[in-house]
């Protein structure tokens, strides 16, 4: 009887064993995927095997037929090419916020659209720094509770968690309980963070999500972001995030910068390639771009030296005055 049932999903197990068995290196004959559906109590025959790959096929499986490295089959597609696994992989692996718990699952998960050749091959070259990942396993439910509050537009109560120096060189770790209204999500600087508002303030604020716990959705509605913001209709992420630096808020204003031809490469890198250039000469560009006045912007700035210039505005000019006077007082020579 179980051998019958099997029978009907027969089409399925030859998918599922070309998709974990197969690729261009280990084709799967006949006689090697009869023995595989035996395993599993489906009966076939050789020749019925070649009628069913051909129907797998005119469904649309890329299902080849070689005789290199030796005759079978072999899974040609695959939802996500070996390629792609290598890149997502690799951006799991760097990415801070995610625990070295969830990386080793979520790895894992890219690994089973490989074969398992591919995936073996694959096990040797994996690395995860763990001193750097995120240790708190509670950011994946909070990543949860605060989409849902985004959508649904009501405010979120949180405790939020960062690190300070007590007595004896001791590093501690103190908790602050917030009530703010939620945003948006971005990763940024390889962090993950959300962009809200403390009622206490017409501005919004940014809190890593690594130290965020005890994430809970509130009846109350959330504060609109038109109050706080530049967006009306809707909160523009990316917008928000060009003119952002290294995630410090602050107000966004009109600015100027005249630089060097050398860091050309790098400005359009930052700002895009449709920034407005003008007053152009033989060794220097100026160009004007929205962005948010704050001491993040001004490290970007102070990072290029004498390669960017600040032409306006007036505080950002003395932002970066001040900046540069007291790293210059602490180097007394």
Known sequence: MAARTNQKMKLLY?????????????????????????????????????????????????????????????????????????????????????????????????????SISQAKKREKGIYINGKTKC???????????????????????????????EEGKKI???????TVSPYALIWENDKYYLVCNNAKYDNLMHLRLDRIKKAEITAEDFRHFSEVSE?????????????????????????????????????????????FIYKVTDDTFSFSVKAVISQGLISWILQYGADIEVISPDALKKGVIKTINEIKGMYKC
């Open 14 to 114: 030859i998918i599922e064993i070309l998709e974990k068995y197969s690729d261009e290196e280990n084709p799967i004959n006949a006689t090697e995927l009869c023995a595989r559906l035996e395993a599993v109590g489906v009966s076939a025959e050789r020749k019925a095997i070649y009628n069913d790959i051909d129907t797998l096929i005119d469904f649309g499986y890329d299902i080849i037929k070689t005789r290199t490295p030796r005759f079978g089959y072999f899974m040609a597609s695959r939802r996500f090419e070996l390629p792609e696994v290598y890149l997502l992989s690799d951006a799991v692996r760097s990415a801070e916020f995610i625990t070295p718990k969830k990386t080793r699952e979520l790895i894992s998960k890219l690994d089973s659209m490989l």
């Open 135 to 165: 240790k708190n396993e509670e950011i994946y439910y909070s990543i949860d509770k605060i989409s849902n509050a985004i959508e649904n537009k009501k405010k979120i109560k949180l405790t939020y968690c960062q690190r300070a120096l």
């Open 172 to 178: 501690v770790i103190k908790e602050k309980l917030l």
């Open 231 to 275: 967006y009306t209709e809707f909160f523009d992420i990316a917008d928000y995030t060009s003119k952002t630096f290294n995630m410090y808020s602050g107000d966004i204003e009109e600015i100027e910068l005249k630089c060097s031809k050398r860091i050309l490469e790098q400005i359009v890198d930052r700002f895009s390639d449709e920034i």
